[in-house]
C-alpha cells in the first residue's frame, strides 16, 4: 500500500491499539473523529448517550494533525476521540448535571464554567478529541439509569430493554455502542461499576484521592466521589487512568496519592501470568448477606473456573465472622445503599460553584437553591431527600459555607479498612473477585434498581475496583466480575483483569438496533 494512501479503519470496538495503527498508516485524527461523528449521527437519536455535543472536536483533531505532522512525540490518547460526563467542568459548555434546572434547553439555567475540571484538562493535555458529553440521571442521584434526565432516557447499548447502569449512563453506551473509543465516568455508589458491568465493559474505580475530582458536580466530593475510565478493555483503561491520576493544587487531598502510583504506568502489570499464584478472596455473606440468584451463581462459578486455570487459589468468604458485614447501615428508602458520606454534599457543592468562574450564572448554594426552587434536591421530593435520615447532614445543610464535621464518617471508613486490611492479611489475600451484580439487570422503565455486591462498601471504604466482562445471561445482558484490593492497588488489579480478559475474552460488540 502507498504510503500516502491511509489503511481502511473500522471504529467498531476501536482501542488505543487501533487508533495508533491507524495514525501510523496516515489516517488523521480528523479522520477518525468525523467517522465517530458519523456514527453518533446514526445511532445517537435513539441510543441518547451524548446530550452535547462539542463545536470544537474538529479544530481539536486538526490540531493534533499538525502536531503529528510536525514530527511531535504524541501520547497514546492524542487524537484519539472520547467522552466525558456530563457533570464535569468543560469550559465553555453547559454543566447540566441532568437536571432540568440546569439546563437552558430545558427551561433553566446554564452553568458554564470558565475552566476545566482538572481531569478534562488532562485529557485535553493528553490531546484527547472530547467529542461531546453524557447523560446522567438528576445530579447522578440514582446508580441504575438515566430515566430522569431532561434529556430523556439512555439505553443499554448490549442489553437495549434493562437498565443502562447509572449514573454514567452516558458514557458507558456510547463506548459500548462504539460512539467513542473511552470515556470518562464519576462514581459516588456505583456510578462506574455500575454502567460498565451492565454493558459489559472495563471500568476502574480508584482509590479514593488518587483522581481529582474539583470541578465535577458532587454528590460527596469530600468523601466518596472519584473519577475514572470506562473503556472497552483493560489495556485503555489503564492507559486513560495514567492520564487521570495524581496530585493538583486545585484538589488538595490529591496529595495522598503521592508516591502511590506505580513505577512504568498502571499498563506495567498487565501480564497474562498475572494470576498465577494469586489468592483472591470470592463473594459470600460474610461481605454481604445478600445471596446471587441462581443464573449469577452459576455465571460465577464458571469464572471461578477460568480464574483458577490461570493458576490462582480462591478463598471461600474470607469476611465471615469478622463483623464486616454488620458495618453496613441502608438508609431508609434506598435499595440496600448506604449513603453515609453523602452528608457532605452541601459544602462539596458551594466549593463547585465558587469554582466555576465570576461569569457563572449561580456562585452560590443560595442562589443555587433558588434556581432549583421548583424541585428542592433536599425538599419531601427532591431526589437526594435521604439523606436527611443522615444525623451529620442537617447542620451541613443549615451552614454549607463551613468546613463540616465528618468525624462520624471517617470512623465508619476506618472500621471499613481496618477489617478489610486484617481479612487479607489474615488470609494472604491479593485481593477479592466477586461478580459485580447478584442477579441479572431489571427492565428499563420497571422502577426497580441494580443489585450489586461492592457498591458503599468499597465507596465508603475508599477503596479501588476494576470491572471485566465475564459472560452474559441467557437474556444476553452483561455480566461482569470486579476485582477488589488494597487501596492503591490499582496496577495490580488492572494486571489480574488483563490476564483474565485475554484469556477470555467475554467482550463482544452489540448488535445496536435502529
Given at each position: 500500500?502507498?504510503?500516502?494512501?491511509?489503511?481502511?479503519?473500522?471504529?467498531?470496538?476501536?482501542?488505543?491499539?487501533?487508533?495508533?495503527?491507524?495514525?501510523?498508516?496516515?489516517?488523521?485524527?480528523?479522520?477518525?473523529?468525523?467517522?465517530?461523528?458519523?456514527?453518533?449521527?446514526?445511532?445517537?437519536?435513539?441510543?441518547?448517550?451524548?446530550?452535547?455535543?462539542?463545536?470544537?472536536?474538529?479544530?481539536?483533531?486538526?490540531?493534533?494533525?499538525?502536531?503529528?505532522?510536525?514530527?511531535?512525540?504524541?501520547?497514546?490518547?492524542?487524537?484519539?476521540?472520547?467522552?466525558?460526563?456530563?457533570?464535569?467542568?468543560?469550559?465553555?459548555?453547559?454543566?447540566?448535571?441532568?437536571?432540568?434546572?440546569?439546563?437552558?434547553?430545558?427551561?433553566?439555567?446554564?452553568?458554564?464554567?470558565?475552566?476545566?475540571?482538572?481531569?478534562?484538562?488532562?485529557?485535553?493535555?493528553?490531546?484527547?478529541?472530547?467529542?461531546?458529553?453524557?447523560?446522567?440521571?438528576?445530579?447522578?442521584?440514582?446508580?441504575?439509569?438515566?430515566?430522569?434526565?431532561?434529556?430523556?432516557?439512555?439505553?443499554?447499548?448490549?442489553?437495549?430493554?434493562?437498565?443502562?447502569?447509572?449514573?454514567?449512563?452516558?458514557?458507558?453506551?456510547?463506548?459500548?455502542?462504539?460512539?467513542?473509543?473511552?470515556?470518562?465516568?464519576?462514581?459516588?455508589?456505583?456510578?462506574?461499576?455500575?454502567?460498565?458491568?451492565?454493558?459489559?465493559?472495563?471500568?476502574?474505580?480508584?482509590?479514593?484521592?488518587?483522581?481529582?475530582?474539583?470541578?465535577?458536580?458532587?454528590?460527596?466530593?469530600?468523601?466518596?466521589?472519584?473519577?475514572?475510565?470506562?473503556?472497552?478493555?483493560?489495556?485503555?483503561?489503564?492507559?486513560?487512568?495514567?492520564?487521570?491520576?495524581?496530585?493538583?493544587?486545585?484538589?488538595?487531598?490529591?496529595?495522598?496519592?503521592?508516591?502511590?502510583?506505580?513505577?512504568?504506568?498502571?499498563?506495567?502489570?498487565?501480564?497474562?501470568?498475572?494470576?498465577?499464584?494469586?489468592?483472591?478472596?470470592?463473594?459470600?455473606?460474610?461481605?454481604?448477606?445478600?445471596?446471587?440468584?441462581?443464573?449469577?451463581?452459576?455465571?460465577?462459578?464458571?469464572?471461578?473456573?477460568?480464574?483458577?486455570?490461570?493458576?490462582?487459589?480462591?478463598?471461600?468468604?474470607?469476611?465471615?465472622?469478622?463483623?464486616?458485614?454488620?458495618?453496613?447501615?441502608?438508609?431508609?428508602?434506598?435499595?440496600?445503599?448506604?449513603?453515609?458520606?453523602?452528608?457532605?454534599?452541601?459544602?462539596?457543592?458551594?466549593?463547585?460553584?465558587?469554582?466555576?468562574?465570576?461569569?457563572?450564572?449561580?456562585?452560590?448554594?443560595?442562589?443555587?437553591?433558588?434556581?432549583?426552587?421548583?424541585?428542592?434536591?433536599?425538599?419531601?421530593?427532591?431526589?437526594?431527600?435521604?439523606?436527611?435520615?443522615?444525623?451529620?447532614?442537617?447542620?451541613?445543610?443549615?451552614?454549607?459555607?463551613?468546613?463540616?464535621?465528618?468525624?462520624?464518617?471517617?470512623?465508619?471508613?476506618?472500621?471499613?479498612?481496618?477489617?478489610?486490611?486484617?481479612?487479607?492479611?489474615?488470609?494472604?489475600?491479593d485481593g477479592l473477585v466477586f461478580p459485580q451484580m447478584r442477579d441479572e439487570l431489571p427492565p428499563l422503565h420497571s422502577g426497580q434498581a441494580i443489585?450489586?455486591?461492592?457498591?458503599?462498601?468499597?465507596?465508603?471504604?475508599?477503596?479501588?475496583?476494576?470491572?471485566?466482562?465475564?459472560?452474559?445471561?441467557?437474556?444476553?445482558?452483561?455480566?461482569?466480575?470486579?476485582?477488589?484490593?488494597?487501596?492503591?492497588?490499582?496496577?495490580?488489579?488492572?494486571?489480574?483483569?488483563?490476564?483474565?480478559?485475554?484469556?477470555?475474552?467475554?467482550?463482544?460488540?452489540?448488535?445496536?438496533?435502529?
Open positions: 500500500m502507498d504510503a500516502k494512501t491511509p489503511a481502511p479503519f473500522d471504529v467498531i470496538e476501536m482501542t488505543l491499539a487501533d487508533a495508533a495503527e491507524a495514525f501510523a498508516s496516515g489516517v488523521s485524527a480528523e479522520a477518525l473523529t468525523l467517522a465517530f461523528l458519523d456514527r453518533i449521527a446514526t445511532h445517537n437519536p435513539r441510543y441518547n448517550a451524548l446530550i452535547i455535543m462539542n463545536p470544537d472536536a474538529l479544530s481539536d483533531a486538526r490540531a493534533i494533525d499538525a502536531r503529528r505532522a510536525a514530527g511531535e512525540a504524541l501520547g497514546p490518547l492524542a487524537g484519539v476521540p472520547v467522552v466525558i460526563k456530563d457533570p464535569m467542568d468543560m469550559a465553555g459548555l453547559p454543566t447540566t448535571a441532568g437536571w432540568r434546572c440546569l439546563s437552558a434547553r430545558a427551561g433553566g439555567v446554564d452553568l458554564i464554567p470558565e475552566t476545566d475540571a482538572p481531569v478534562v484538562a488532562r485529557m485535553r493535555a493528553a490531546g484527547c478529541v472530547m467529542l461531546g458529553k453524557t447523560n446522567v440521571p438528576v445530579l447522578s442521584a440514582t446508580g441504575s439509569h438515566a430515566n430522569d434526565s431532561w434529556a430523556g432516557p439512555t439505553l443499554n447499548s448490549a442489553a437495549p430493554g434493562s437498565l443502562p447502569g447509572g449514573s454514567s449512563a452516558g458514557t458507558a453506551t456510547a463506548v459500548g455502542a462504539s460512539l467513542a473509543v473511552l470515556g470518562l465516568a464519576e462514581e459516588t455508589g456505583g456510578s462506574i461499576q455500575n454502567p460498565a458491568s451492565a454493558q459489559g465493559l472495563v471500568g476502574i474505580k480508584p482509590t479514593f484521592a488518587l483522581v481529582p475530582n474539583a470541578g465535577v458536580v458532587p454528590l460527596a466530593g469530600s468523601t466518596r466521589d472519584v473519577v475514572g475510565p470506562i473503556a472497552r478493555c483493560v489495556r485503555d483503561a489503564a492507559l486513560t487512568l495514567d492520564v487521570l491520576a495524581g496530585y493538583t493544587p486545585a484538589d488538595p487531598k490529591t496529595v495522598a496519592g503521592i508516591g502511590k502510583r506505580p513505577k512504568g504506568g498502571y499498563a506495567s502489570r498487565l501480564d497474562t501470568e498475572a494470576l498465577r499464584g494469586r489468592r483472591l478472596g470470592l463473594y459470600g455473606p460474610g461481605w454481604r448477606d445478600l445471596p446471587l440468584s441462581a443464573e449469577a451463581t452459576d455465571l460465577y462459578a464458571h469464572a471461578q473456573g477460568e480464574i483458577a486455570a490461570r493458576g490462582a487459589t480462591l478463598v471461600a468468604d474470607p469476611f465471615v465472622e469478622t463483623g464486616f458485614a454488620a458495618l453496613a447501615r441502608p438508609t431508609p428508602g434506598l435499595n440496600h445503599f448506604d449513603a453515609r458520606g453523602m452528608e457532605s454534599v452541601p459544602y462539596d457543592l458551594h466549593l463547585y460553584l465558587q469554582r466555576l468562574g465570576p461569569s457563572a450564572a449561580l456562585r452560590s448554594v443560595e442562589a443555587f437553591a433558588d434556581a432549583t426552587k421548583d424541585e428542592d434536591a433536599f425538599g419531601p421530593n427532591g431526589v437526594l431527600r435521604h439523606l436527611h435520615a443522615i444525623p451529620a447532614f442537617a447542620p451541613i445543610l443549615a451552614h454549607p459555607t463551613s468546613p463540616p464535621d465528618l468525624s462520624a464518617f471517617l470512623t465508619l471508613r476506618e472500621a471499613y479498612l481496618a477489617i478489610f486490611d486484617a481479612v487479607l492479611e489474615a488470609n494472604a489475600l443489585n450489586e455486591t461492592t457498591v458503599c462498601e468499597i465507596n465508603i471504604a475508599g477503596l479501588p475496583g476494576v470491572t471485566v466482562p465475564a459472560g452474559f445471561y441467557a437474556s444476553g445482558a452483561p455480566f461482569n466480575l470486579i476485582f477488589v484490593g488494597r487501596m492503591w492497588s490499582e496496577a495490580d488489579l488492572l494486571g489480574y483483569a488483563y490476564d483474565y480478559e485475554q484469556a477470555t475474552h467475554h467482550r463482544r460488540a452489540p448488535a445496536l438496533i435502529g
